[in-house]
Structures are given as C-alpha cells and as structure tokens.
C-alpha cells in the first residue's frame, strides 16, 4: 500500500473522478489509476465498487448538507429557503458527480446516509415553519420544492435553459411563486 493513502483519499479521488468525467467512471481501476496504486490495494479501504460507490454517497450527502446549512445562516422564512435553493443548485454546478451519487445510491442505504438525509430534511422542515405549514403537510411540501430545485438543477445541467434572462433570477422567482403558494394555501 502506498504511503500516505487514507479512507478519505480514496473518497475525495473518487468524488473529483465523478465531478471531473462523471458518476459512471467512478471504477476501481480508474480510481486506483488516479491514485498511483494497483486496484487490488483499494481493498484496503473499500470493500469493493458498490461500497465505494455508498461510501461517496454519504460523503456527498454530507457535503451537500453542509452547504445548505451554510447558505441559511442568517436568514429566515422565505428568503432563507431561496438562499438554500440558490446553494443547492449551485452545489448540482459545481459536483454533479457527487450529487449523482446522492441520487443513485442503492438499497439499503448506509446508517450515516440515512442520517445526513434526516439532517437536510429537517433542515427544510425547519425553514418552513414560519410558513405556517401545518406539520402533516411539511414532507409534502418539502418534495414539491425539492422537485422544483431538482428539475431546475437537472435542466440547466442540460443546457434546457437558453433564455437570456438570469438563471439565478429565474430559480429565485419559481421558488417565491411555490411559497407564496403554500402561505396562501395555509393561511
């Protein structure tokens, strides 16, 4: 084993091979390429391809919290929930390897993600609660944004939006449009 290589070595080689050339390439042979080893010694840190693959999942999931958390701070009500709209799709720009892998991990999903997944559902859940939402409707209302911010991040990765008008603009206006909605829905 080469020195120097770590757990978290693999990972982040994995997660700029994902964000560089895409979630496909993520391989064991292209990771240990990367990393100046032969494949058999990535046995040392992963199980295998599918553990490789829930292991950048969870690693994505979790920087992926980390920028929506960041991107709420000091904000509130609706203008917290563009801002962490805003940072998501930002976050799709800037990793959409990483973000793939969130989308593709498979079943059962590993304790961690589950967890990282409950830390940014309750982040939502938190930030539209001066919404006056009623808490038996949050999930649902949680999946229509998280459909909005998704579909919006899928069709500019596309090139689905060839407009001139500002991009960031737009996703800040759809994301008032469904949440003003949702206040006169539930208000």
Do not use: C
């Amino acid at each position: 084993m080469r020195a120097g290589i770590k757990p978290e070595i693999v990972i982040a080689t994995a997660a700029d091979i994902a964000d560089r050339i895409g979630w496909e390439q993520i391989t064991l042979a292209n990771v240990a390429g990367q990393l100046g080893i032969k494949t058999p010694s990535l046995y040392n840190h992963v199980e295998g391809l599918p553990d490789l693959r829930q292991k950048l999942a969870v690693y994505a999931s979790r920087q992926l919290l980390d920028q929506l958390q960041d991107a709420a701070i000091g904000h509130s009500g609706k203008e917290a929930l563009i801002e962490v709209g805003q940072a998501y799709v930002l976050f799709v720009r800037q990793h959409p390897g990483l973000y793939e892998s969130i989308n593709r991990i498979p079943d059962p999903k590993p304790a961690p993600f589950e967890q990282t997944a409950e830390g940014i559902l309750n982040l939502f859940i938190r930030l539209m609660q001066p919404l006056g939402i009623p808490p038996e409707e949050a999930v649902h209302a949680i999946r229509g944004l998280r459909s909005l911010v998704h579909g919006f991040a899928s069709l500019e990765a596309i090139g689905g939006f060839q407009m001139k008008e500002d991009l960031m603009e737009s996703l800040s206006k759809s994301i008032t449009y469904y949440i003003d909605g949702l206040s006169r829905q539930f208000n």
